[in-house]
């Protein structure tokens, strides 16, 4: 009881402290005793009233506002799912109100608070509904990366809508760093009542949520309805984390550290644990915004950028505690699983003895995987087929047997220059870019012994991204894609980190990724500053390399990247004997005369100068890494990794979405990145689905 009262006493004096510096910290040059002296009623003239009345105590009781809403329904999400990483930002639903957000700015001109909170109230309830139906389902680590999953779907749904309205995306840039300059009076008032109704149901939920800690079926024995239980806190998370949205943006790890340090400081009772949530919210939102308008002066740094700063750092300390070991280590079966006959059995344990076949020659026989060449012969004619349906679609109004013709300098002259110096290139870039995905998904997850360990989920692709924007804009070059060569740079520096961080990788399962996952959300957030700094037009284009676009790109980087995958692939190949020899554990892979940690080294060197090499070609193509090993893999069987299926299936998925991109929307272009984000996500949950492992 005493750490309890001290917790709640400190943090009483610290939100205080906080609100006085936040009401005499500013850009505004006015004295603290004129502040306090107008606050308690001595008047002032126009230029203090406007500095106190319009600019600073606005943004301050926004920021406790937002911050108690975002730390409360952060505490609900971890106490009804079960999970310490549960945290609106990662699970999604602050994308779904975001979603919602923009939408009805886009649609409805929507621009007062009231009509802000609606819209996002329509996009966050589903997405609480879909995290909350598979929270239970899932192990903490696994819910994470589902909700990386919805929130990357949603996200690329909003940026498809942003790309046609740049005015939108204006307002979008600066609202989506969490920014509490600026907000009016009246859009705090009209999200008052919403937070107050949130925070009168969580604290209805206290008992009940209790009682749901012991499991649903003592629940029921205590009298309590877990499936009513659930239903009121999507309700009171819903409204919480919209109006939250409604008034400053989609500010992630709020919630996951508000949560972290309700349960540190208060205890398992979950009455305490709300009070505290909800003033552990309050002021590190707070805390932040004073800080953001100091760091930099005379500009303000984002704040949502030093609020990933702090959570990025819990959500690995989380993710490596106890308390997530003894979550729910597995998917939950709803019931026994079948299992396989013998034949099967023999089918998944290895290659079968007709799976290969002999050639021989004079001299010389080759051993010939049957099931894998056809696989790579059906892959090679179905990028064949991506390409001539590529050349050809456009509004041209191009055949694909006069696209066929184009390809060969005969036809029409209007034809053979459009194919051949516009789109042609465009192509080649992207069955690249797709290429090196490929291959270094599939060597990032032999590396890991997980699916999931692909360079975009461990924050790879991000670095290269943000090396590659960094020299850009500090140079006198007009396009981002003149410095791919600096891409492998930066995916090396963020290996490097999230290796550090983890401590390595085969042995700690989803651990592993949830820290780059981390770091992929810091990194996004810096990348998100990075657009706010820059004049709108740069930023649109900027905008749109940044989440993975193949506009504008041609030979000139192109193919110096298929260059050094004309050396790096047959280095990968030639790897493949020692990758097999990984599966076994250290003492059996050294009796076989293969060398683990060089081994490790060499696979994690190309797989990273691979993911960055992609990176620069189109930036950081979402997903495609993590499907196309998938996919060569069903195909060519388990028996074998896809070191040839794999490039090729990613050269496919990039040509084919850079395709529909190009043709689904009337007069605008959806970048290859969004594309493969909206279609991604649902093959992530399906993926996470699927595995057995914890």
Known sequence: MFTQVRAFGLGAAALLALCA??????????????????????????????????????????????????????????????????ETGLLGVNAGAALGVVTGIVTAGAQTG??????????????????????????????????????????????????????????????????????PMDRVLAIAPAVAAGLVMAAVAARPLAALALGDDLAVALGHRPGR???????????????????????????????YLSRSLGGGRVGPRIVL????????????????????RPYEAPVALLVAVLGAPVLVVVARSRAVAAGPGDLVPSRAPRRRPARGAARAGGPSPSDARVVRGRGWSVLVPVRSSVAAAV?????????????????????????LSALAGAGEGGHVLLVQEIRLPRVVAGLVAGAALGLSGCLTQALARNRLATPDMLGINQGAVIAIMVAGMASASGTLFAHWWIGPVGALAAAVAVFAVSGGVGRQGYRFIVTGLALTTLAGALTQSLLAWQGLGSATAVHSWSVGSLAGRGYSVALPVAAGLAVLVPAALALARRVAVLRFDEDVSAGLGVDPGRTRIALLALAVVLAGLAAGVAGPVAFVALAAPVVAARLAGPARLPLVGAPLTGAALVVIADTAGRVAADGAEIPVGVVTSILGGPFLLWTLLSDRRP
């Open 229 to 259: 239980t659930r239903l009121w806190v999507t309700m009171a998370v819903t409204l919480l984390s919209a109006a939250a949205v409604a008034v400053a943006g989609p500010i992630g790890f709020l919630g996951l550290l508000a949560g």
């Open 21 to 86: 510096a936040s009401m005499l910290t500013g850009a505004g040059r006015v004295a603290p005793g004129q502040v306090l002296d107008h606050l308690l009623g001595g008047g002032g003239d126009d230029h203090l009233r406007m500095v106190v009345d319009t600019l600073r105590l606005p943004r301050t009781l926004a920021a406790l506002v937002v911050g108690a809403a975002l730390g409360v329904s952060g505490m609900l999400l971890q106490s009804v799912t079960r999970n310490p990483l549960a």
């Open 277 to 296: 949530s909800g003033l552990a919210g309050a002021v590190v939102l707070l805390g932040a915004d004073v800080l953001a308008r100091v760091v930099m």
């Open 379 to 403: 892959l090679l004619a179905v990028t064949a087929v991506a390409v001539v349906a590529a050349v050809a679609a456009g509004q041209s109004g191009m055949t694909a047997g006069q696209a």
């Open 114 to 183: 009231g009509a802000y909170l609606g819209w996002a109230l329509g996009g966050a309830l589903p997405a609480t509904g879909v995290v909350l139906a598979i929270g239970a389902r899932l192990s903490p680590l696994k819910l994470v990366l589902a909700g990386a999953a919805l929130s990357a779907t949603l996200t690329g749904i909003t940026t498809a809508v942003l790309v046609a309205d740049p005015v939108t995306f204006d307002q979008y840039r600066f609202w989506i760093l969490g920014s509490l300059a600026g907000i």
